[in-house]
């Protein structure tokens, strides 16, 4: 549970520090910011649609599916899954002047694995998994895509360089 | 549709794609994706370009 906060913590700075980076290092071209709003649309639809359904099960089956904070928490990580690897993949994530590096993709996979492993760790010793494991499960997933997005992006930017 | 022109006139002023987005202010991806045809700049990104590439916006997006 400590190596949990400590890996939340971590991540929270990274995020911090991502985006004091974005500020400092400039603004998005056109083609990125157009981009980057085609992203918060998609992201947005993703978000209603996911609403829309619980809404219509929970009334249809008359049952309540999620709290109103396990729903909101869900809507922030599905808007934030659909919007990161879509902008990472357009090369619209970073800002034009914000040097590339694999180093941001592996910070990500291996926060990623580092939530993922103590809960799988804890699932094969007792068969059970905690609420906050769930929590974690969600973060680990979603740091994992983010960081394999960027490893995948920046390793086939290579090839093509190395292509021309 | 692809921008075969603007290419052309890349290679004619012996400038790789991260030079001109260099000069632009624009990421390079975005001059591959104006050059391969996936997007349209708008019009001063053009001017901006043919500035670079001393060539006229005739010269390079119209027909």
């Known amino acids: ?11 929270a700075l990274s995020f911090g520090f991502l985006i004091l980076m974005n500020k400092v290092e ?15 649309k998609y992201a947005f639809v993703t978000i209603m649609f996911l609403n ?16 109103s904070e396990d ?4 809507s922030i990580w599905l808007g934030t899954l659909v919007f990161a690897p879509y902008t990472i993949w357009q ?7 914000v040097k590339k590096s694999s180093s941001m993709g592996w910070l990500f996979a291996g926060l990623g694995l580092l939530e993922l492993l103590p809960v799988t760790w804890d699932y094969f010793e007792s068969s059970k998994v905690d609420q906050q494991d769930i929590y974690l499960v969600f973060l680990g997933i979603l740091l994992l ?20 | 549709m692809k921008n075969l022109k603007l290419k052309a006139a890349r290679a004619g002023k012996d400038l790789s794609q991260q030079a001109l987005a260099d000069r632009v202010g624009v990421s390079r991806q975005t001059i591959s994706a104006i050059e391969k045809g996936d997007y349209n700049p708008t019009i001063n990104l053009c ?10 916006l005739n010269d390079l997006f119209w027909k």
């Open chain 1, 91 to 97: 090369h619209a994530y970073f800002p034009v002047k």
């Open chain 1, 26 to 40: 400039g603004e998005r071209d056109e083609r990125q910011t157009q981009v980057v709003d085609r992203a918060y």
């Open chain 2, 47 to 56: 001017i901006s370009i043919c500035k670079e590439l001393d060539v006229t």
């Open chain 1, 71 to 74: 729903l909101a928490a869900l």
């Open chain 1, 1 to 11: 549970m400590f190596l949990a906060t400590v890996v939340v913590f971590v991540v």
């Open chain 1, 52 to 67: 829309a359904v619980v809404y219509f099960w929970e009334k249809v089956g008359n049952i309540q599916l999620l709290s």
């Open chain 1, 145 to 164: 895509i983010t960081g394999s997005t960027i490893l995948l992006r920046n390793y086939l930017d290579r090839k093509e360089d190395e292509g021309r």
